[in-house]
């Protein structure tokens, strides 16, 4: 059995542990969905807290679901040019 954190569980440990702004894809409805509804950024946010039962952006917004994600530059031998 797989015990590992992933997911809006993982971003909650994040926030525990003290980390701040924590790049995620957020969603109000699941973690599947929101690694499916980030495309163009619409719905990513900095999530800077977690209370009671949501996770709020800098923005402050609530969040159902929040996880944690990296966006990384495209680099030129990845794109073949």
């Not at 440990?13 to 509804?37: F, H, N, P, T, Y």
């Not at 495309?39 to 923005?59: E, P």
């Not at 495209?74 to 794109?79: A, D, F, L």
Request: glycine share 8%; net charge negative.
């Amino acid at each position: 059995m797989n015990n590992d954190l992933k997911g809006s569980d993982l971003t909650r440990a994040m926030i525990l542990r003290g980390d701040k702004q924590i790049w995620c894809a957020v969603c109000d409805e699941s973690d599947e969905l929101a690694m499916m509804d980030h495309c163009g950024n619409d719905f990513t946010a900095y999530i800077v807290s977690f209370s009671d039962v949501f996770f709020y952006c800098s923005g402050g917004a609530p969040w159902s679901f929040a996880v944690p994600i990296k966006i990384s530059a495209v680099m030129q031998s990845e794109i073949g040019i």
